[in-house]
């Protein structure tokens, strides 16, 4: 499974926003569909913003190594 895979099974939507944000990515939940978090460079970029904020770091980190582990 891949983080994509993972954050759009939990409700994570990447949608365009301005460059003017710093970025043309954004995401936004299903959880919390009225907020919106912009201004990355790369759909990779907002996954990994979102599984930090989800998660913390460390555990955000662990959670990927599990993912790569899973898709051996």
Same mark, same amino acid.
């Given at each position: 499974m891949t983080l994509e895979e993972f954050a759009q099974g939990a409700g994570v939507r990447i949608c365009h926003c301005d460059s003017e944000w710093g970025g043309n990515f954004a995401y936004t939940t299903t959880d919390h569909p009225n907020? %919106?978090?912009?201004?990355? #460079? %790369? &759909? &990779? @970029? @907002?996954? +990994?913003?979102? +599984?930090?904020?989800m998660f913390g770091k460390t555990t955000g980190? @662990?959670? +990927? &190594?599990? +993912? #790569?582990? &899973?898709g051996k």
């Open positions: 907020s %919106t978090v912009k201004g990355f #460079k %790369t &759909k &990779k @970029a @907002a996954y +990994l913003d979102w +599984l930090e904020d980190q @662990a959670v +990927l &190594k599990l +993912l #790569k582990e &899973k």
